[in-house]
């Protein structure tokens, strides 16, 4: 498989009334010997690992033997099951003409019996501890009496030990991680049992979700009720499998995942086979599936539905063992959560037989080694669930590397993600004794950003004093929380721990003996930035782009250059490149005026797009790819002269027009020409000044 699995699935399982009678093909038939005129053959199919929707691989070195009575425990004849499969007895003398029992005897390595399973209603109620063993006909000699058709096998709902005719066994469950972490699988039963629990099983989802949150850990979420995914009863909507992994290692990432099945509805019947199968075949590998039921399977088949919907067959669980087979053959282990009484007592055997025989006990604190839960109400499930994402994090330390966009300034971490590949983290134990493994940690590729550290306490010790450095990556740098290099909780309940920086880029905490130790650990990307200042000009009320102001007036710009520095020379209008989002920057100028001309104000009047009011000199953070400034003059300078009166010229009105050149060299209100237009009586003089 591509992907590395990492947590347990939740499965749910409630029950349904539809009625439907399929037979399971079994392994294929191999070397079954041929009967003699004094002998029978009993012939049994041993499967293991779902293959298809309808067929199972065989199994060998299953040994089974032929009892005289269901309770004897001194076989009459053993077969050991081939590579096939096939177990086969040959029977002859006094044992013809008798109905002998099979039973197992004893299962090769890696894998268990499950000599009893629960049947009974669905509901939980009735439930039964039924021996797995079944009786063969009355045996005649010459004749060949096979599991999947002479017995064994049965159509019958009416029948709780209703098989599919071949012999079920139940692999090994391999353990979880060692480390603080998992990829997970949650697969959730949505019958119509769970009812009005269906808002508090979510709730315990969210709570698995959330525990993760400090931890390198990714999950998927599937659903089943009748079918997986499951279809809501009262929509027909289907609930769509969500088996890719989803980084959970932030907050923002479990929120987003618990998103996924917010608005998931309930369904109607209890089909744990369906939903492993499509935990199986989903190409994804997980380090762990947990299946959060409420009730016994009555339902199986993956892709045609068999069962009656309203209770608990041999055949409705023996095809889940099977498929919760293949997915321990894919090294992920399986953990399945029974809620409420439906699941309770007996059905622990059920329980077992797609998971494990090793039952939680609070007691004896098993949590991490556990393979079945049987958990009064959804609310302790939770909490047990949360318990279970830190099973192996203790005593441990794990980072996580979050990436903030480059157009956040300070300490601000908004829209912060997880790392990518790459970044590197040292860990050392400071505690004399103590011990930390890996030395070095680098993240993967896998969307969490994180790394985990396992420590060893010295004999004795209480807690260890751990310190962590990273290797910066160029085009980034550190954004500190409150001043600290990285922000630490216990991640059992949240709690903010001390952190001690140690120098620019590392950090100390201390590691109690059964904590375990999450830190978030903050780069801000370095964008390029370019910074333009502009200036305008206000003359006596005019206003004027730099460059075209009266003559006289000027002014000169000092800016702080990229990487930072005194402020120096710098043209306005020019596009200044070399620095980064986040930079502080400082520009100010010095001004020129014509004689008699008074600077009134000289403000910062824009800052990239927005109107402000600022004195200079002026000190921003940039925060925009092109950063823009616009410093704003205001100037007044002596009005311009007046006609002399008596003027035999101006008959009727003047006009004193005044033309603002950028000639040097004059003195204001010089004339430069006139001319006089008579027309109609009217003499008007207009008088070109340079000012």
């Known amino acids: 498989m591509g ?26 038939q191999g070397a079954v010997p041929a009967p003699g005129p004094d002998s029978a053959v009993v012939t049994v199919s041993v499967g293991g690992d779902r293959t298809s929707d309808t067929t199972v ?23 050991t099951s081939d590579a096939d499969g096939d177990c086969s007895f040959v029977v002859t003398g006094a044992v013809l003409g008798t109905a002998p029992w099979v039973k197992e005897i004893a299962a090769p390595a890696g894998w268990f019996a499950n000599d009893t399973l629960r049947t009974g209603p669905g509901s939980g109620s009735g439930s039964v501890a039924s021996p ?66 269906l808002p508090t099983l979510k709730s315990s989802a969210d709570a698995f979700a959330d525990a993760f949150v400090g931890t390198p850990s990714r999950m998927a979420v599937y659903s089943f009720s009748a079918q997986s ?21 932030t907050q923002a990432g479990a929120d987003a995942f618990k998103a996924e099945y917010a608005s998931w509805g309930l369904g109607a019947g209890t089909n744990w086979d369906a939903a492993l199968q499509r935990v199986a075949e989903s190409g ?21 539905l068999h069962g009656d919907g309203s209770s608990t067959h041999f055949t409705d669980t023996e095809a889940a063992v099977f498929s919760s087979n293949v997915i321990k ?55 047990e669930l949360r318990k279970l994402a830190l099973a192996n994090c203790t005593p441990s330390l794990t980072v996580i590397k979050q990436i903030v966009p480059g ?72 954004v500190t929380q409150g001043g600290v290099n990285a922000v630490c909780t216990d991640l059992a309940d949240g709690t903010r721990l001390p952190v001690t920086n140690d120098g620019g880029l590392g950090f100390q905490v201390a590691v109690g003996a059964d904590q375990a130790v999450g830190c978030m650990v903050y780069n801000r990307r370095l964008d390029p930035a370019t910074v333009e200042v502009d200036k305008t000009w206000v003359v006596d009320g005019v206003s004027y782009t730099n460059g075209s102001q009266p003559a006289g007036i000027s002014a000169a710009l000092q800016l702080s250059p990229a990487g930072g520095g005194s402020p120096a020379a710098q043209s306005f209008g020019s596009v200044v490149p070399g620095y980064t989002i986040g930079d502080p920057i400082s520009f100010t100028e010095s001004t020129s005026l014509a004689s008699g001309c008074t600077l009134v104000s000289a403000r910062v009047t824009e800052a990239d797009g927005a109107t402000v009011d600022s004195a200079l000199p002026y000190a921003p953070t940039l925060t925009a790819a092109a950063s823009h400034y ?48 008579v027309g109609a009586g009217i003499t008007l003089r207009m008088t070109r000044v340079r000012g």
């Not at 992907?3 to 093909?25: E, F, N, P, Q």
């Not at 896998?446 to 790394?451: L, S």
């Open 329 to 383: 053959a894919q090294g992920t282990r399986v953990i399945s959560f029974g809620v409420g009484n439906g699941v309770s007592g007996i059905s622990g055997l059920n329980l077992a037989a797609i998971s494990g025989q090793e039952a939680f006990d609070a007691a004896a604190g098993n949590v991490a080694t556990a393979d079945y839960f049987q958990i009064p109400d959804f609310s302790g499930a939770g909490d």
């Open 132 to 197: 797995y063993r079944f009786q063969t006909p009355t045996l005649v000699a010459t004749n060949t009496y096979r599991s999947t058709s002479d017995f064994m096998k049965s159509s019958s709902n009416s029948l709780p030990t209703r098989s599919n005719g071949v012999w079920q066994q139940s692999r090994v469950n391999p353990p979880l991680p060692a480390s603080c972490g998992m990829d997970v699988a949650l697969v959730l039963d949505l019958s119509a049992s769970v009812g009005s629990n």
């Open 57 to 79: 691989a065989g199994l060998a070195g299953v040994e089974l033997g032929l009892f005289a009575a269901p309770d004897d425990t001194t076989p009459l004849l053993t077969c």
């Open 630 to 677: 616009t410093v704003t003059n205001v100037v007044t300078c002596p009005a311009p002269p007046v006609t002399p009166p008596g003027d035999s010229s101006s008959t009727a009105s003047t006009e004193l027009l005044s033309d603002t050149g950028s000639d040097t060299g004059w003195t204001p209100f010089v004339a430069l020409a006139a001319f006089v237009l």
């Open 3 to 28: 992907y590395k699995v990492r947590i347990t699935s939740v499965v749910l399982v409630c029950a349904v009334s539809l009625a439907a009678a399929v037979a399971m093909a079994g392994p294929a």
């Open 229 to 249: 995914p499951s279809t809501e009863a009262a929509t027909g909507t289907v609930d769509t499998n969500r088996p890719a992994l989803q980084s959970v290692s």
């Open 284 to 304: 994804v590998h997980y380090d762990a599936v947990v299946v959060l039921t409420d009730g016994n399977p009555t339902r199986w088949g993956g892709t045609t």
């Open 407 to 478: 157009t956040t300034i300070g300490e601000d971490i908004t829209g912060a993600t997880p790392a990518g590949a790459g970044w590197t983290f040292d860990a050392t134990a400071l505690t004399p004794g103590a011990t930390v493994t890996p030395a070095t940690a680098t993240t993967q590729a896998d969307g969490t950003g994180g790394v985990a550290f396992r420590a060893e306490l010295p004999t004795g010790a209480t807690e260890a004093l751990l310190g962590v450095a990273e290797t910066q990556q160029p085009g980034y740098s550190l």
